[in-house]
């Protein structure tokens, strides 16, 4: 999982270039995980929130 710094300070980089064909693969593969990553979690969520541990448990 990418940094949320790192992705950050790496979009910011990559801001200057306004076409994708200027990203290298590494920045340009970077961006598409982390647009998928954080959709999913938006689409599915943490299916423990709310949830809480056992008392042996933690």
């Known amino acids: 999982m990418v940094e ?3 992705f950050a300070a790496l ?3 990559c801001a200057v270039s ?4 200027e990203l290298t693969v590494d920045e340009f593969k970077q961006i598409i995980e ?3 990553e954080r959709k999913l979690s938006e689409m599915l969520g943490n299916p423990d ?6 008392p042996g448990f933690e």
Do not use: D
Request: hydrophobic share 45%.
């Open 4 to 6: 949320k710094r790192a």
């Open 11 to 13: 979009l910011e980089e």
């Open 18 to 21: 306004t076409k994708v064909a």
């Open 34 to 36: 982390e647009a998928v």
């Open 49 to 54: 929130a709310g949830l809480e541990l056992r």
